[in-house]
T-cell receptor
Framework: KNEVEQSPQNLTAQEGEFITINCSYSVGISALHWLQQHPGGGIVSLFMLSSGKKKHGRLIATINIQEKHSSLHITASHPRDSAVYICAVEKVSDKLIFGTGTRLQVFP | DAGVIQSPRHEVTEMGQEVTLRCKPISGHNSLFWYRQTMMRGLELLIYFNNNVPIDDSGMPEDRFSAKMPNASFSTLKIQPSEPRDSAVYFC???????????????FGDGTRLSIL
């Protein structure tokens, strides 16, 4: 069993829809990271969180340490949000373990 | 801020050849990571350095792979001899490092797309 599980694997949405991507992990962590990978291939760090909730623009990330679960929400989705979203957990200093990613397509 | 710089962006070579991938981390960052991304296995950590010292190389697939960080501004990942199954995208990332009391976000380069024929 993978230490980091994401769901769904693929997600399609209409522009304007509210989107949720889930991440569950089975190990103790010091932090959880959400990354975005665009079709061009580049990877951008969206959030790093150890507790609670963070918001950046239309993106919101939450984490529940007790339940070992995190969610990434996108409000008012837009075609430019189409990308692969990757959850990664940090077990010991700096070392990341990645989920398999969620491929999101937002249609106009 | 130049970000993490990787070269080359693309590399196509024949099996058996030596391949060298290069990375310049963000100035002032003390941790550097090499990752490999494939369709089958997703993103995997190969090796990471802290203050130019390799800390964990448990992800390096086999002896054909080696990585060095001769100074704080440069690292290489070498594959010799290369094989078709090494074809993947290789990412380098850096972060401020473990001397901070809390985790730090990682900054990724654009990756090197490697094809071994």
């Amino acid at each position: 069993k993978n230490e980091v599980e994401q769901s769904p694997q693929n997600l399609t949405a209409q522009e304007g829809e509210f989107i949720t991507i889930n991440c569950s992990y089975s190990v103790g962590i010091s932090a959880l990271h959400w990354l975005q990978q665009h079709p061009g291939g580049g990877i951008v760090s969206l959030f790093m969180l150890s507790s609670g909730k963070k918001k950046h623009g239309r993106l919101i990330a939450t984490i529940n340490i007790q339940e070992k679960h995190s969610s990434l929400h996108i409000t008012a989705s837009h075609p430019r949000d189409s990308a692969v979203y990757i959850c990664a957990v940090e077990k010991v200093s700096d070392k990341l373990i990645f989920g398999t990613g969620t491929r999101l397509q937002v249609f106009p | 801020d130049a970000g993490v710089i990787q070269s080359p962006r693309h590399e196509v070579t024949e099996m058996g050849q030596e391949v060298t991938l290069r990375c310049k981390p963000i100035s002032g960052h003390n941790s550097l990571f090499w990752y490999r991304q494939t369709m089958m296995r997703g993103l995997e950590l190969l090796i990471y350095f802290n203050n130019n010292v390799p800390i964990d190389d448990s992800g390096m697939p086999e002896d054909r792979f080696s990585a060095k960080m001769p100074n704080a501004s440069f690292s290489t990942l070498k594959i010799q001899p290369s094989e078709p199954r090494d074809s993947a995208v290789y990412f380098c990332a850096s972060s401020p490092g473990t001397h901070f009391s809390r985790p730090q976000p990682q900054h990724f380069g654009d990756g090197t797309r490697l094809s071994i024929l």
